[in-house]
T-cell receptor, first 115, second 117 residues
Framework: ETGVTQTPRHLVMGMTNKKSLKCEQH?????MYWYKQSAKKPLELMFV???????ENNSVPSRFSPECPNSSHLFLHLHTLQPEDSALYLC??????????????FGPGTRLTVL | AQKITQTQPGMFVQEKEAVTLDCTYD???????LFWYKQPSSGEMIFLIY??????QNATEGRYSLNFQKARKSANLVISASQLGDSAMYFC??????????????FGQGTTLQVKP
């Protein structure tokens, strides 16, 4: 595997289900991100992990719970979601440095549908 | 507050012609980076090109170039010699400096580009 991988690619769940999205990066990066992409809206940053510590949480509802067990893996645990949470969830990683900006590399996304 | 504006929801271009996708940004920071990403129908975001606020030269990557006009706060993407495979959604994004902005990319609404044969 190369780059950033995400599983599953598609997920349909009911509002009472609990599921998890998985992201894995094979690039040796030290930061990972979750984004939400809803129809006709810009990508929204949800969570940032740098060196496995959460450094950003953009007022995301508690029904979304991230986990970063190591620098290569990132999870998004989902429970009691709402239909408006249906979206494409993208994971990204980057190599954060003290100076300058590095591009973020994205995975293929998980298309989530909440019934 | 930082903001990215892409005013063209959709664009058409004839194959082999050049096309410019507009992006304007708003920031009070002196240090920032500007990025363009391509998103095909498959969903994956593909990094295309980067311009730093202190870079004096416009960035170029193959058929992609960034027309950076700092005073006007614009960072337009120019695609030369369009190909059918360039049909996709294109996003402009910005990141400000400072340790408090680790990884914080702000995206525009995106522009859908369709290349006609």
């Amino acid at each position: 595997e190369t780059g950033v991988t995400q599983t599953p690619r598609h997920l349909v769940m009911g509002m009472t289900n609990k599921k998890s999205l998985k992201c894995e990066q094979h690039l040796g990066h030290n930061a990972m991100y979750w984004y939400k992409q809803s129809a006709k809206k810009p990508l929204e940053l949800m969570f940032v992990y740098s060196l496995e510590e959460r450094v950003e949480n953009n007022s995301v509802p508690s029904r979304f719970s991230p986990e970063c067990p190591n620098s290569s893996h990132l999870f998004l645990h989902l429970h009691t979601l709402q239909p408006e949470d249906s979206a494409l969830y993208l994971c990204a990683s980057s190599h954060e440095r003290l100076a300058g900006f590095n591009e973020q590399f994205f995975g293929p996304g998980t298309r989530l549908t909440v019934l | 507050a930082q903001k990215i504006t892409q005013t063209q929801p959709g664009m058409f271009v004839q194959e082999k012609e050049a096309v410019t996708l507009d992006c304007t940004y708003d920031t009070s920071d002196q240090s920032y980076g500007l990025f363009w990403y391509k998103q095909p129908s498959s969903g994956e975001m593909i990094f295309l090109i980067y311009q730093g606020s202190y870079d004096e030269q416009n960035a170029t990557e193959g058929r992609y170039s960034l027309n950076f006009q700092k005073a006007r706060k614009s960072a337009n993407l120019v695609i030369s010699a369009s190909q059918l495979g360039d049909s996709a959604m294109y996003f402009c994004a910005m990141r400000e400096g400072g340790t408090g902005n680790t990884g914080k990319l702000i995206f525009g609404q995106g522009t859908t580009l369709q290349v006609k044969p």
